[in-house]
């Protein structure tokens, strides 16, 4: 699969050869991404950032990816100053910056967003979030952090904590890790579960999803536990949020009966999901999963724009 | 509509319009309403014949609409709620065509999302797309937020 000129609005537009060949590119890029060689790949290229939720780690590394590989950005990180606050409909404002780019990089409150710009770009659109619907590059992030702890993407066992109804993140992720054949062991509140209909778009895929009601059961011989935020962001009503709130926490008890090379990600912001004092322990992958969202975003935009990976 | 004498004829026939025959029964007012209902012309009759004996289904009802030649978009409707329906078209007395709805495969325009946070259901100038994933019984996915949908007339505007 050539991904030069192509969107990424949705994980399932890549095949499991082209997430090897990014991830086998972000491998080489690591050097690059810490800053230790200049790339020119995307010299003379402008690529739009058009984020219309607040994002720390996805569009920095966007940015930062972007620059390491020599291209400039575009960016709008705050709505409140588009015309969007005088009424212009995002259709409008996306056909605009699309036609100011080479690429574009969206994030959106509203599901389906992505592929709205899509359908109105002719330029390469990437989904860097779209409502709970998915979030492509945070799994191919986590792709590359699961490779680089385990050595291998196939047959793991890796257990997923927390909103798994709303989680854009874990949307996508279940999909790539099906791909790939792994066994995933959700963990969730009743009311968080993952939604019916992202079950039955992996049913034909190699991976085995279960449920788990006891985290400590799933835990026991996992290779990575998972862990995301219960984003207040999402619920239609703050009851409904302040119910769910602060039903999980990982600490180095709950790790205590795991084995030592389980692994811990999380796509982060944390709120009180994971406790400060597990950040020392081997089990904490947070922190270089968010870093290798550089040299992952790099080869990403390298194989878009930059004609080969 | 089904050949027989013109005793047992409970509607009369039409000069020109449609008839969509085979519609499930109890449905045929919310044919009637995809049709066009209150909107169609004054110069249309329409005719409703609820619960009628088939030797096909059990029971079903028939919906004549005089001078209204349906949409596509109409036919996509019945296509989904009312799937066994045929539609005849009639020119002067006589059936001119006459086939089974058709699902195609992508839906437009039609339905509403269900899922409130899509963008389609945000004030922007689009339609809503649904792609068929399933025909018996039929499935569709919103093209943009990946939705399922199985409950059809709930969506209609």
């Known amino acids: 699969m050539r991904l030069a000129g192509r969107d990424l609005v949705a994980i399932e537009d890549l095949d499991r050869p082209a997430i090897e060949e ?78 100011y780019s080479d690429a574009l990089i969206l994030r959106h409150p509203n599901s389906g967003a992505a592929r709205l710009a899509a359908d109105l770009s002719d330029r390469p659109v990437i989904n860097a979030g779209d409502g709970s ?27 997923i904590l927390g909103d798994l109804k709303y989680g854009r993140a874990v949307h996508s992720l279940i999909w790539a890790l099906a791909l790939f054949g792994n066994e995933m ?43 995301t935020r219960i984003q207040r962001e999402r619920f239609p009503d703050e009851t409904e949020y302040r119910r769910v709130a602060g039903s999980y926490r990982i600490d180095r008890a709950t790790l205590e009966g795991a084995r030592p090379e389980l692994r811990v990600l999380h796509p982060l912001p944390r709120l009180g999901e994971i406790a400060p004092e597990v950040d020392p322990t081997p089990h904490a992958l947070y922190f270089r999963q968010a870093f290798l969202g550089v040299p992952v975003r790099m080869a990403l935009m390298q194989s878009i724009l930059g004609g080969g990976a | 509509m089904e050949a027989g004498p013109a005793r047992e004829l409970k509607i009369t026939p039409i000069r020109n319009g449609t008839v969509i025959d085979h519609i499930p029964d109890g449905l045929a007012l919310e044919v009637l309403r995809i049709v066009g209902g209150s909107r169609l012309g004054r110069d249309s009759t329409v005719s409703i014949a609820l619960h009628v004996r088939s030797a096909k ?20 409707a019945i296509a989904l709620l009312a799937p066994t329906s045929t539609i005849s078209i ?32 945000q004030a922007e100038p689009i339609e809503s797309s649904f792609e068929v994933i399933h025909r018996r019984p039929i499935r569709l996915r919103c093209r943009y937020c990946d939705e399922p949908v199985t409950d059809f007339l709930p969506q209609l505007p």
């Open chain 1, 22 to 99: 990014i991830l086998e590119a972000a491998r080489a890029l690591v050097p690059a991404a810490e800053g230790g060689s200049v790339r020119h790949t995307l010299e003379g290229r402008l690529v739009a950032m058009a984020f219309f939720e607040p994002s720390t780690r996805t569009r920095l590394s966007f940015e930062a990816a972007v620059q390491r590989l020599g291209g400039r950005c575009l960016t709008i990180a705050d709505p409140a100053a588009t015309s969007l606050r005088k009424g212009e409909t995002l259709s409008d404002t996306l056909r605009m910056i699309s036609s």
């Open chain 1, 133 to 159: 619907h998915q979030h492509p590059t945070q799994t191919l992030t986590d792709l590359a952090t699961i490779q680089e702890a385990c050595g291998s993407l196939v047959g793991r066992r890796i257990v």
């Open chain 1, 185 to 227: 062991v959700l963990v969730s509140p009743p009311s968080l579960r993952l939604p019916e209909s992202v079950r039955q778009r992996v049913r034909h895929l190699a991976g085995r999803i279960r449920e788990e009601d006891d985290l400590a059961t799933a835990l026991a011989d996992a290779d990575i536990l998972y862990v």
């Open chain 2, 57 to 76: 289904q059990g029971w079903k009802d028939i919906l004549k609409v005089e001078n209204v030649e349906i949409s596509d978009r109409a036919a996509n």
């Open chain 2, 90 to 121: 009639i020119r002067d007395f006589a059936v001119r065509e006459k086939h089974p709805v058709a699902l195609p495969d992508r839906i437009d325009g039609l339905l509403r999302c269900p899922n409130l946070e899509c963008i389609t259901n």
